[in-house]
Structures are given as structure tokens and as C-alpha cells.
């Protein structure tokens, strides 16, 4: 395992904080949609951009015949539709349809609030963190 020192270790401390603090958030998503987590992730890939099977599993991180098992079930559903991929018409891809939208506007307006232990930072440290994060942000898009 490949190890960069402290930006591996950083990295680490902020998964496991998230990790450690959406349960609740996860649970208010699951009761509100009535859907399995994994199908929540699924559309939550799908609202940045249409994937194939492939592409889905590889962004949700699981294999490739559960995401198929997802696909279908969100199909049925009516939240996701697979169409011919036109750029290549062997390869179909999946899109959300007007209620998988509608769907991941109920996902977005569940209430995830700030863990109490951010609670330790001042106005001064929270000003740092979101110029950090804004920094991060940019970052990463101007690689994207």
C-alpha cells in the first residue's frame, strides 16, 4: 500500500469524520425515498451525467452485476432509463427520467447538518476551512 505521508493521512481523518457522521443522514434518505442506500447512490451518479452499467459501477464502487440488479430495479421504478449510447450503438447508457430527477431533489433536500464536533472551530478556523475546500474545488476542476 502506497502511503504520501500526511495528505494520505488528512485524507483518511476527513472520510472517516463523513463516514462517521452521515448514518443519520443516510437513514432520513432511506426512510424518505424508500429506496435502498445503493439505489440513492446510484441516482445521485446518474444527476451529474447519463453512465452505462459499466461506468455506474465503477463510480458507485460495486460490481458490475449488482449494478445491473440496481438498474433494473430503479427501471422499474420508472427513475432511470437505458437508451442506445448514439456515440456507440452497442453500449446503452442510463439516464434518469423526470421522477429519477424528482427523486434526487428529495435526496438533495434532506437535511444533512454539520457534525457537533466542528463545534470546536471558531469563525476565524471556519473561514480557513472554506477557503481550503474552495481551493480544493478548484482544483479539481480545472483537472475535470
Known amino acids: 500500500m502506497s502511503d504520501s505521508g500526511p495528505v494520505d493521512q488528512i485524507w ?4 472517516a469524520l463523513v463516514i ?4 443519520s443522514w443516510k437513514r432520513a434518505v432511506v426512510d424518505r425515498l424508500g429506496l ?6 446510484i441516482l445521485k451518479r446518474l444527476s451529474r451525467a447519463p453512465m452505462t452499467v459499466k461506468e455506474l459501477a465503477a463510480a458507485a464502487t460495486i460490481d458490475a452485476p449488482a449494478t445491473t440488479v440496481a438498474v433494473n430495479d430503479l427501471e422499474a421504478r420508472g427513475l432511470v432509463v437505458r437508451q442506445v449510447d448514439p ?9 434518469l427520467t423526470e421522477a429519477g430527477r424528482s427523486a434526487v431533489r ?3 433536500a434532506v437535511h444533512d447538518p454539520a457534525p457537533a464536533v ?6 476565524d478556523d471556519l473561514t480557513e476551512l472554506r477557503r481550503i475546500l474552495d ?3 478548484g482544483a479539481e476542476q480545472d483537472r475535470g
Do not use: G
Open 87 to 95: 456515440a456507440n450503438r452497442r453500449c446503452k447508457r442510463v439516464s
Open 20 to 23: 462517521e457522521n452521515q448514518d
Open 118 to 123: 466542528l463545534s470546536v472551530l471558531d469563525a
Open 135 to 137: 481551493k480544493m474545488s
Open 12 to 15: 483518511r481523518d476527513l472520510a
Open 106 to 108: 428529495e435526496i438533495d
Open 36 to 41: 435502498p442506500f445503493s439505489r440513492v447512490r
